[in-house]
Structures are given as structure tokens and as C-alpha cells.
């Protein structure tokens, strides 16, 4: 068999390579190989498909900006396509004194990384979550949500099927 690219695995990396080159090299063959029977069957189908918002994260790092760049690329991706969202947002509370200066530097990271989270008091919270217990106030991150990684992983799959892309499934990487 030859290919422009090969790609070994058909998870959401591998399914995500393969869009970038297609629209970089639309003439190009690509090829992705993937060890079982369907895409999505390890990591990227067993995932919580929690977009994260990046607040956790040192300000200016690589993985808050992965986090809030991906979470809104990933949103418009669904949104574009139809996909499931579920906009569950993310409390973080606290339990004591010392845990609401952990909730104050996160608000810190979370403005340094250009990402929307709100210090929020216990009456907010109880309006946003009856069940969620805080001592003094809470972290809301109203940008955090869920996704199906499965569905998007399919839909990815026929998307890439749709533009020549070849996916071998059953098609373990055995040598060079």
C-alpha cells in the first residue's frame, strides 16, 4: 500500500491529524491504520469529555492555553456539526479558609489565561447547584462543558471518509 501520510491510531489525535493535513495537502492520500474494529475504542472513547476551561494551570502556560483554546475550537466544532454540548459549567468549592485562597489564586490564573471564572458567594452557588455545599464563596467557570468524545470521534471518522480519507480499522501497527 502506498500513502502521503500514515497515521497509527484512530483516536482524537489521530482523527485530528488527519483533518489538518486534508486541508493542508487536499491532494494528498492519507491513510490511518487503527488496531480495533471501530475509532474512539481506547482513551479518546472512554475519556469524560470534559472541555476544560484552563484556569487550573499557570498563567501564560502551554496547557492553559491548550485548554481554553481547544475548549472553544471544540464547542465551535460541535456547534458547527450538531453535536451534542452540555453547557454542566464548573463549580470549584471550597471546604475551609485556606481552600478559598486556593480559589483566589485560581481566579488569579483563570484572568491571567484570559479564561471567564467568577468568585461567587453561597447564595450564588445555591442558585447554580441547591446540593453544592462552600465555606464562604465558590469558583464558577461558566465556559466548562461536556461532550459526547464518541459521537465526535464518529462523526470526525465519516467527515474524513467523506474527503478520501482511508481508515483502516483492524489494522495493528505491526513493523516498518
Do not use: W
Not at 105 to 132: F, H, M, T, W, Y
Amino acid at each position: 500500500m502506498n500513502t502521503d501520510f500514515l497515521i497509527i491510531g484512530g483516536g482524537i489525535i489521530g482523527l485530528s491529524i488527519a483533518r489538518r493535513l486534508k486541508g493542508a495537502f487536499p491532494k494528498a492520500s492519507i491513510t490511518i491504520i487503527e488496531k480495533e474494529s471501530e475509532v474512539a475504542r481506547h482513551a479518546s472513547g472512554r475519556n469524560s469529555g470534559v472541555l476544560h476551561a484552563g484556569f487550573y494551570y499557570t498563567a501564560d502556560s502551554l496547557k492553559a492555553k491548550f485548554c481554553r483554546d481547544g475548549n472553544i475550537a471544540m464547542r465551535a466544532y460541535c456547534e458547527e456539526n450538531g453535536l451534542k454540548i452540555n453547557p454542566c459549567h464548573k463549580l470549584v468549592v471550597a471546604s475551609n479558609a485556606k481552600e478559598v485562597e486556593g480559589l483566589k489564586e485560581l481566579k488569579r490564573r483563570g484572568d491571567a489565561n484570559s479564561v471567564a471564572v467568577e468568585l461567587i458567594n453561597e447564595q450564588q452557588v445555591a442558585s447554580i447547584e441547591p446540593n453544592a455545599r462552600t465555606y464562604e464563596m465558590a469558583l464558577f467557570s461558566p465556559s466548562t462543558v461536556t461532550v459526547d468524545p464518541v459521537q465526535i470521534c464518529y462523526h470526525m471518522r465519516d467527515e474524513l471518509l467523506n474527503t478520501g480519507v482511508q481508515i483502516l480499522t483492524s489494522h495493528p501497527y505491526k513493523k516498518r
